[in-house]
């Protein structure tokens, strides 16, 4: 079992930044995978950003390329969001995911794992809303 508590959401002007965190207790073997996805009102839940904790292999979105990072803290099993640039189009709940490890070569991809958010666990998302 894990527990994932988001955190550092909140209201930016478009161009700004802010740092999310997703603080993860439990059971570590199941944050091999770990991720951040966001759902916008009216939209679809989109998988923003992904991170092998293990290995540290990662992939971003392609809307948040170059924008968008992420990280994890092995010590702390905390995963990081640093978002800057941010747009409008940016405003969505985000929320933290994580899984144990993979049980098919597919679902090993992280872009994989994105497309399907077939995660385990989530969190219960920090709101993030970006002013133009």
């Known amino acids: 079992q894990v527990q994932l508590v988001e955190s550092g959401g909140g209201s930016v002007q478009a161009g700004g930044s802010l740092r999310l965190s997703c603080a993860a207790s439990?059971?570590?073997?199941?944050?091999?995978?770990m991720a951040w996805f966001r759902q916008g009102s009216g939209k679809e839940r989109e998988g923003v950003a992904g991170?092998?904790?293990?290995?540290?292999?990662?992939r971003i979105a392609d809307s948040v390329k170059d924008r968008f990072t992420i990280s994890h803290d092995k010590v702390t099993n905390t995963l990081f969001l640093d978002m800057n640039g941010l747009r409008p189009e940016d405003s969505a709940m985000y929320y933290c995911?994580?899984?144990?490890?993979?049980?098919?070569?597919?679902?090993?991809?992280?872009?994989?794992?994105?497309?399907?958010?077939?995660?385990?666990?989530w969190g219960q998302g920090t709101q993030v809303t970006v002013s133009s």
């Open positions: 991170i092998l904790t293990g290995g540290g292999a990662t």
């Open positions: 995911a994580a899984d144990g490890p993979p049980t098919s070569a597919p679902e090993a991809l992280i872009s994989n794992r994105l497309k399907s958010a077939n995660f385990a666990y």
């Open positions: 439990g059971d570590n073997y199941y944050t091999y995978f």
